[in-house]
């Protein structure tokens, strides 16, 4: 691949990497990748909130299927926003049969985000997903190729099958893809399948085939996804565990720490000489974000980085300002800590949360919550008695768990993601007008790291304070050529 970026901004779900931080980074010729998760309930909640400098309409606007838009816009629009204590419109949850109303908004919705993003400039733009999050995949993938996504970053999981995924969209094919359910049997009816000629019903110009770059923790993974992938992997961002988000469960035995903190060790640290052997660009990423960092990957044969945190508490982000300023006050008073939860994520992935007061990284105010599973993004399909697909979530009330057949052992710590990372972005779901949903707010380790970008002085700073850091005494910083405006049809 040429001209690859030396930056990648990490995807960061839900919407803390969104269209206004990707359009930020790529348009200093870096690569800004939007966060795909959840983008259906993102949208649902920006036109309830009355659509604020009227972008969402705009976006609208550009989608190909004028009729589709317009149902979205009419479903969900509140103009001048919904009462503060009025709660937010329920959504039917992804299954693996969705709604047409579910398809239609995540199809436009992951749309809009990457037009919205590639607006104003020529370079690239990826979107992220993790791959366990399976249900939507299809129809978000497809959103956002019509919009022109140049990249399509996952992690996760192993993404074997979305490369396949990919070319087939680029000609309005048909694709499946194969739905996880616990306790499946040979012969179960699993297979998901979007058809993009149905779905839009009319000609459509072909789309471009955006590259496609899968987030691993270990050799083994690379080796399996360029050995077995359905089509071209180009790309690898090979991610350590001490990056932000969820990681990788450690190899071997599973142990904790006195902190309660997964330990971690030699096995978990990538080869990177056979990475490098592998002969595909790969960026590194985990505590990678400052010059010295930047240059020391580019010596291991990298093409570069991929930064999360840097970016996650920049002005552009989509994380809502008073939960951004209390993290970097305990940045700047040398506070801020870090958590690897090993039980909180419904994913069964370690999950990192960044300790702040009256959030729900303190357990306290966590047990205040009433346990509601009403969003679903990270629900386990499993197999009933019956032999149909049931729908449950660990995070969910205990009893509903465990009538659908889990382990009560398992709902122990875990915490509702889904209602707390869209509370982190000024979206929280208001109950009953009593309880408002708190954000868990998500970091890399090297939290206290970002003072750097922070100016004497100075209380925040932006995506370009960051890639100028980053790139310091490396010339120019645009490595990226534009696209070209043709292959594209948004
Ligand atoms: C707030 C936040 C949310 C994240 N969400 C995702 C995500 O949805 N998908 C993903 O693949 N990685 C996610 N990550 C990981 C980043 O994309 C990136 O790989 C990681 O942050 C790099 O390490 P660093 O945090 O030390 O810079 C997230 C990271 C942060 C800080």
Redesign the pocket.
């Given at each position: 691949m040429d001209n690859l970026p030396a930056i990648i901004q990490?995807?960061?779900?839900?919407g803390?990497?969104n269209w206004r931080l990707a359009r930020a980074v790529s348009q200093l010729g870096q690569l800004g990748?939007v966060?795909g998760?959840a983008l259906d309930s993102i949208l649902a909640r920006r036109l309830q909130d009355g659509d604020p400098g009227g972008h969402m309409r705009h976006g609208l606007d550009q989608f190909p299927i004028p009729e589709m838009a317009q149902r979205v816009w009419q479903a969900y629009y509140v103009p001048g926003g919904k009462a503060e204590r009025a709660p937010y419109r329920s959504l039917p949850t992804h299954s693996k049969d969705s709604s047409t109303e579910l398809t239609e908004l995540c199809v436009v919705a992951n749309f809009i985000e990457v037009f919205l993003a590639r607006e104003g400039h020529d370079y690239p733009v990826g979107i992220?997903?993790?791959e366990k999050l399976q249900h939507p995949h299809l129809p978000s993938i497809y959103g956002a190729m019509l919009a022109g996504v140049g990249y399509v970053?996952?992690?996760?999981g192993v993404p074997l099958k979305v490369p396949g995924v990919l070319d087939r969209f680029a000609h309005h094919e048909a694709a499946t893809y194969l739905l996880q359910v616990t306790g499946a049997q040979d012969g179960d009816e699993r297979s998901m399948a979007f058809q993009p000629r149905e779905f839009v019903g009319r000609q459509l110009p072909e789309l471009a085939r955006p590259k496609f770059i899968a987030?691993v923790s270990s050799n083994t993974l690379a080796t399996t996804m360029l050995k077995r992938a359905n089509g071209n992997v180009d790309g690898f961002?090979i991610?350590?565990y001490?990056?932000?988000?969820?990681n990788a469960p450690p190899r071997g035995k599973f142990q904790l720490d006195e902190n309660g903190e997964a330990i971690y060790g030699e096995r978990d640290v990538v080869d990177l000489e056979k990475i490098r052997a592998l002969g595909v660009p790969f960026w590194l990423?985990?505590?990678?974000?400052s010059p010295e960092k930047l240059e020391q990957a580019l010596v291991a044969g990298a093409a570069g980085i991929?930064?999360?945190?840097?970016?996650?508490f920049c002005e552009e982000s989509g994380?809502e300002d008073r939960h951004k300023l209390a993290v970097l006050n305990k940045v700047r008073s040398r506070t801020a800590r870090v958590f690897t939860d090993p039980v909180a994520s419904p994913t069964s992935f370690p999950f990192?949360v960044a300790l702040l007061e009256g959030s729900l990284s303190e357990q306290e105010v966590y047990a205040a919550r009433p346990r509601i599973c009403d969003l679903g993004y990270l629900r386990e399909a499993y197999r009933t008695p019956l032999g149909a697909i049931g729908y449950r979530c660990p995070a969910e009330p205990v009893t509903t768990y465990v009538s659908k057949g889990g382990r009560v052992e398992d709902t122990v710590g875990k915490k509702c993601l889904c209602n707390a990372l869209m509370a982190n972005i000024g979206h929280a779901q208001t109950r009953n007008g009593k309880y408002t949903e708190l954000p868990l707010?998500?970091?890399?380790?090297?939290l206290t790291g970002i003072a750097r970008f922070l100016s004497p002085g100075m209380s925040t700073y932006t995506a370009a304070d960051v890639v100028a850091k980053l790139m310091i005494g490396w010339g120019p910083p645009a490595s990226q050529s534009p696209v070209s405006s043709d292959t594209i049809i948004a």
């Open positions: 990490g995807g960061m779900g839900a803390v990497s990748v966060s998760t992220n997903y993790l970053l996952m992690g996760a987030i961002v991610e350590g001490t990056a932000g988000g969820h990423a985990g505590g990678y974000g991929q930064v999360g945190t840097a970016f996650a994380i990192k707010i998500t970091s890399g380790n090297d």
